[in-house]
């Protein structure tokens, strides 16, 4: 009697919780909200950021990553489907990501996955459609943009980390899970933190939020090791977007398309694959193409991006076309092959030209002395848009308290 007692308990447990198959990994996606690549220490930063610097060294950083945007909601929702801005539709504040569109959490969780999400940013509120798919999803931290400003003074990247570290530790190990954490406190308005903020400047109070930040993303990293999930855990960290600092007259982000906005830190630590550094430039929509490969989960229809495995294994790959877009009251589009790239005001034509291998800052407009190379981008660029089929996302409705929050954020107007 106890012997069948027995068996019929594994049984049901066996059908509760899925088994991990041979060679399964657990997925883990950090995103920073408005950090710039050189703002760690393993892009060269003065200063630094001993948690992702740690994490640099055991995986693939990728030099020339670009953002999908220069801000949140499109950016993310590239990440999260593995299709351009224009493509999941979620290009503006009352657009959310497609329904139909499949997100990395569906397809993961077809194979058995549990997966959660952990929400810290008004545009990942479960209106706009980037917590499709999660089994679970924690948008407490979201739900509290009731007053001007109160997002930044949660200071949130400590809460973010004891949650994260909190289900991590609920798991079942025989059942592997995906969880997204993203973090927003580099975001504007910068706040101190004692010890870590060095100076009173806009500069200084953002290398203080990046350090603040960082300290907790280590505290999650390290906790794999302490718990024995480690080396079976698949960790990708990117940032949204970045930040302007005067470069180009403006400050903050989701106004330009310049490389301080669009460049962004982009870390894959994949258990048995060696430490290497990527040169080749990159973007946020052949993300979700990777994790699908790395993973052994068949894509689902429609990515319009490419598997970056290959590079991983430090291998060199074919030169592709990077594009970003920037809707608004002020639409920008961006493409980039090899060292040239075209920004471009899609109503107007007009347009900038830099070859970022010789002037990385922007600082030297080169489009009236080339303009053959302007015309071949802008061709590229319609080329790639052509193959996006535009979609039209979900219709979000913003109340007067939404839209004094977007205010606080710097998104008014948009």
């Known amino acids: 009697m106890i012997r069948t007692l027995l068996i019929t308990t594994c049984l049901l447990t066996a059908c509760s919780h899925p088994s991990r198959e041979a060679g399964q990994f657990n997925l883990l996606i950090i995103t920073i909200d408005t950090l710039r690549a050189d703002q760690l220490g393993t892009y060269g930063a003065e200063r630094e950021t001993p948690g992702i610097d740690a994490l640099a060294k055991q995986g693939a950083v990728f030099e020339q990553a670009w953002s999908a945007s220069s801000w ?43 997966t959660h999400g952990i929400g810290s940013h008004i545009f990942l509120g479960k209106r706009f459609g980037l917590q499709n798919g999660f089994e679970e999803y924690d948008d407490e ?16 990247s400590e809460r973010l980390s004891d949650k994260a570290i909190t289900w991590i530790d609920q798991r079942q190990q025989n059942q592997p899970w995906f969880l997204w954490v993203h973090y927003f406190d580099p975001h504007h308005v910068y706040q101190p933190h004692e010890g870590l903020t060095r100076g009173e400047g806009p500069r200084e109070l953002y290398a203080g939020e990046v350090a603040f930040t960082d300290m907790h993303i280590e505290r999650l990293l390290q906790h794999l090791g302490t718990v024995g999930v480690e080396e079976n855990t698949l960790v990708l960290l990117v940032a949204d977007h970045g930040e302007e600092f005067q470069e180009h007259g403006g400050s903050m982000h989701r106004r330009t398309l310049y490389e301080e906005v669009l460049r962004v830190p982009l870390i ?95 600082q030297n407009d080169l489009a009236a002395a080339n303009p053959k190379r302007c015309a071949a981008l802008l061709k590229a660029l319609q080329s790639k848009l052509k193959q996006a089929e535009a979609g039209e996302g979900t219709q979000v409705e913003l109340s007067d308290t939404d839209r004094a929050s977007l205010e606080a954020l710097g998104y008014g107007g948009q």
Not at 141 to 153: D, P
Not at 280 to 306: C, F, H
Not at 334 to 346: C, N, S, T, Y
């Open 72 to 114: 949140t909601l499109p950016s993310l929702a590239t990440l999260m489907t593995g299709r351009h801005a224009r493509s999941h539709g979620a290009v503006d504040d009352r657009r959310g990501v497609g329904k139909e569109i499949p997100t990395l959490a569906q397809t993961i969780s077809v194979r058995g996955y549990s």
């Open 268 to 362: 894959i630590r994949m258990p048995g694959l060696a430490h290497t550094r990527v040169t080749q430039p990159v973007s946020m929509v052949d993300l979700a193409p990777t994790v699908y490969e790395l993973l052994n989960i068949a894509p689902p229809k429609g990515l319009q991006g490419r598997s970056l495995v290959e590079a991983l294994r430090g291998k060199s790959m074919a030169e592709a076309t990077q594009i970003a877009e920037l809707e608004g009251p002020k639409p920008i589009d961006a493409v980039r092959h090899g060292p040239w790239k075209l920004i471009i005001d899609p109503i107007d034509f007009s347009h900038e030209l830099f070859n970022l291998e010789e002037d990385p800052a922007e």
């Open 141 to 156: 931290l979201v739900k509290h943009y009731n007053q001007r400003r109160e997002s930044h003074a949660q200071v949130s």
